[in-house]
């Protein structure tokens, strides 16, 4: 994947999920029989992966929270998939 591609997806992302501002993603190519939608040319999965603040009756508890993207070798994003 191109850096500057990559670069705007990961700007794009940041700004939709603030609380990842500062995380790189992993970057993993993807085989066809991965992707379930027709897209020409390779995928890329991106990976995002972050903590978030929760308090609870026992004190303060760290979760951890992940975006997944696929994203075109051109950098339009297919499909976005967070945790809780």
């Known amino acids: 994947m191109e850096p500057n591609v990559l670069k705007s997806v990961v700007t794009r992302i940041h700004r939709r999920f603030p609380e990842f501002a500062g995380c790189q993603p992993k970057v993993r190519l993807q085989n066809a029989s991965q992707v379930k939608t027709v897209a020409v040319g390779p995928t890329y999965l991106l990976t995002f992966q972050s903590t978030a603040k929760a308090f609870t009756s026992s004190g303060r508890v760290d979760?951890?929270?992940?975006?997944?993207?696929?994203?075109?070798?051109?950098?339009?994003?297919?499909?976005?998939?967070?945790s809780r």
């Open 63 to 82: 979760l951890p929270r992940w975006v997944r993207v696929v994203v075109t070798d051109n950098g339009k994003i297919l499909k976005v998939t967070t």
